[in-house]
Structures are given as structure tokens and as C-alpha cells.
């Protein structure tokens, strides 16, 4: 570990997994008549609270708009203190702790929304959940930044949303979490997303696992369902592959040379194999993809950032020796804890395995280069 590295004032936290601790949370920010359909789809005892203001019941309310993945560890999906709901808690269990000045919030069961089977009561939760991001968790709060969670299933909607959540400063980048039409995020029914973030000037975050609800139009891995959560731990970085693929080869990168990404939740060690097999076909068959002016791996490291979450350690392998295969990803690299789920990692943790000279980059500097995170109230002028 490189001395005083994880106590610089300067550790960006690009992943955050921020979460509401019950779906009553959403319910101020949901349109009236939402409310009401709500209502109607709960038990009696719960429907006096929720439409008329009424005694809150005992227990837990299950609703319509209710997101929780199948996937379930028997030894639980966050650390042993459970889940963050609230920034305070975070910078006592998190900021605090590991000197981390700006951490990005990139939601736990808010990801799973677009996915939803009721297209429009997606679209209002999602909304709502914009909305309880930015008044419980960014007022007051300018060390977090926020991500505009976007309806995938209605991409104009999501356009909208964008341009609508974009004003508040203290949003950051544009969350593509549940793939909501089935289709790799490069694809053209996915053009009103980009044209608005590009427009406004935020970059994209791409989450892995926002498809893992049953229902969901895609799967979270190739070739069906997971049957287990550890397959789909140990698949999730398949989904960014797709992603990426698609991006760079219908030609989304070159249509705006300005939007930049950042991919969470799939780890690292698929990079490079990706990258070499990229330049290795389009070798082969760039007639697919004639407007493509430089090999696939220039596209990515210019425009690509990869979160660190999780940071898979092998006993019999050295990460540090891993990495170092391939220099680019010193300036591709950023720190995303994950925080709190069961596999997040502290910046020291993080320091410890990576090669000489690399802990600036990852982290801090290429988040800073990537993402606009320099806190809300310093900011001047439009994006």
C-alpha cells in the first residue's frame, strides 16, 4: 500500500448502493391517483395509511411496486450492518471511515424499476424515486451526487426524465440499470437516451444486475435465468460486455463524441480478454462497422470508465500481476466500493492490490476526468 494513500482528501467513490428502507418512502413523491392504485393493490390494513393518512400498520407492506430480486444469500446481500438508508448513516459507516470526498449513490432496488411489468407505473416510480434521491439524500448533502434513474422502457420517457432531472446540479450521471425493451443499449430504439445525455452533458453509468427480477425482458446473463445467485455473481460482468459491444459497434460512440460511460457491478478482470477479442474481430469484419475510424479498444479506453466493484481476489492468483498486463487500465480504472453489499471494498482494500503508481488514477483522477463530480455548490454556468 502506497503511505497516507487511502487518507487523501481527494477518494471518489463512483458506486454506492443507496436504498429505501420500505416503498411507503416513494409514496409522497407518486401523483395522486398513483397513490390510489397503490392502495387498491395492498391489504386493507395498509390501505387507510396510504390513501387517507391513516395509523401506519405493523410489519412490512409488500406493494405493486415492490422490486426485490429473487437472488437471496442465506448470509444476507449487504455486510453484517445492513443496508444504507440515509446519508447520515452513510458517512458514519462509509465517508467517514475511509476519507472518501465525493461518493456517486447508485441505488439498490430502485436499478430493478425499469423492469417493471406495468410500463406506466415504472415510469411514475421512477420519477418518484428521482425525486426521493434528491430530497433525502442530496439536500444538505454535497459530498453525494446523484444518478438519474431513467424509464429504459419508454426511451422517450427516459429522455424526458433526463432533461427534467438534469437542472439539479447535484445529479451527476444518467443510471442504465434494467434493461427495459431487451435490447443491448447500443441498439437504436435507445437513441432518445443518448441524444438527451449528451445534450445535457452527463455521462452514462451502466449497472450490471438491474435485470435480475423474474419478469425482466432480459436476462442478467447469457443463454437464460441463473439458477443461483453465485452465477449470477460470477456472470454479471456478461451483461456489460453486451452493452459495450453494442455501442461501440452500431456506431453510438461516434454519433456523439462527447457522452462518456462508466460500467459497475461486473468487476474487472473481463476487460482485457474483451478487448482483445474487440480489436481481433473488427479486424475480421469491419465492413460491419465502417464508421468505426480506430480499433474498438481505442473507443473504450477514450470513452470508458470500469468500476472496481466487486474486486474479485483469487488466492492462487496475483491481481496486482493481473492488472498489470495491460497498462491501459491505469486510466481506466475507478474506485467504486459498492457499499454496502457483502462484497464491497474500502479504498485500502483496493490500494493493496493494485500495481505501483496506479492508486491516484483509480482513485480519484480518472473518475474526475470522466464523470462530473465537483460538488453542486461549487459548480458555475450550464453543463
Not at 100 to 111: F, N, P, S, T, W
Amino acid at each position: 500500500m502506497l503511505a497516507n494513500e487511502t487518507a487523501h482528501p481527494s477518494i471518489i467513490d463512483c458506486c454506492v448502493l443507496h436504498a429505501w428502507a420500505e416503498d411507503t418512502e416513494l409514496f409522497d413523491h407518486l401523483p395522486q391517483g398513483w397513490r390510489e392504485y397503490v392502495g387498491a393493490h395492498v391489504s386493507r390494513r395498509w390501505q387507510e395509511h396510504i390513501l387517507r393518512g391513516g395509523e401506519r400498520p405493523g410489519g412490512r407492506l409488500t406493494s405493486p411496486i415492490s422490486v426485490r430480486p429473487p437472488y437471496r444469500s442465506p448470509a444476507g446481500d449487504e455486510l453484517p450492518d445492513g443496508p444504507v438508508t440515509g446519508p447520515e448513516q452513510l458517512e458514519q459507516r462509509h465517508l467517514k471511515p475511509n476519507a472518501i470526498r465525493r461518493a456517486l449513490l447508485c441505488h439498490v432496488a430502485g436499478a430493478l424499476l425499469p423492469t417493471l411489468a406495468t410500463v406506466n407505473a415504472a415510469t411514475a416510480c421512477i420519477r418518484a424515486a428521482n425525486d426521493w434521491t434528491q430530497s433525502s439524500w442530496l439536500v444538505g448533502h454535497p459530498e453525494l451526487a446523484g444518478t438519474i434513474l431513467v424509464p429504459t422502457q419508454v426511451p422517450e420517457a427516459a429522455a424526458a426524465e433526463i432533461r427534467r432531472m438534469a437542472s439539479d446540479r447535484s445529479f451527476s450521471a444518467v443510471l442504465l440499470a434494467g434493461n427495459g425493451l431487451g435490447k443491448p443499449f447500443g441498439h437504436p430504439v435507445y437513441e432518445p437516451i443518448h441524444q438527451a445525455a449528451a445534450e445535457v452533458g452527463l455521462p452514462i453509468i451502466i449497472r450490471a444486475g438491474g435485470d435480475s427480477l423474474v419478469e425482466a425482458p432480459a436476462y442478467p446473463v447469457a443463454a437464460g435465468a441463473p439458477g443461483t445467485e453465485v452465477e449470477l455473481r460470477v456472470l454479471a460482468s456478461q451483461a456489460l460486455m453486451t452493452h459495450v459491444s453494442s455501442l461501440i459497434a452500431q456506431g453510438t460512440l461516434a454519433r456523439y463524441p462527447e457522452l462518456r460511460f462508466l460500467l459497475v457491478g461486473g468487476g474487472v478482470g473481463w476487460v482485457t480478454p474483451f478487448l482483445w477479442r474487440m480489436d481481433a474481430e473488427f479486424r475480421a469484419f469491419r465492413h460491419d462497422a465502417l464508421w468505426l475510424t480506430k480499433p474498438p479498444s481505442v473507443y473504450f479506453t477514450e470513452r470508458f470508465g470500469v468500476g472496481t466493484h466487486p474486486l474479485t481476489v483469487a488466492a492462487t492468483v496475483s491481481l496486482e500481476r493481473y492488472l498489470a498486463v495491460d497498462p491501459r487500465l491505469a486510466d481506466v480504472l475507478c474506485y467504486a466500493s459498492g457499499f454496502p453489499d457483502r462484497e464491497a471494498t474500502t479504498p485500502e482494500e483496493l490500494n493493496d492490490v493494485l500495481p505501483d503508481e496506479w492508486a491516484q488514477r483509480v482513485l480519484h483522477g480518472n473518475a474526475e476526468r470522466l464523470l462530473d463530480l465537483t460538488p453542486a455548490p461549487e459548480r458555475a454556468g450550464t453543463r
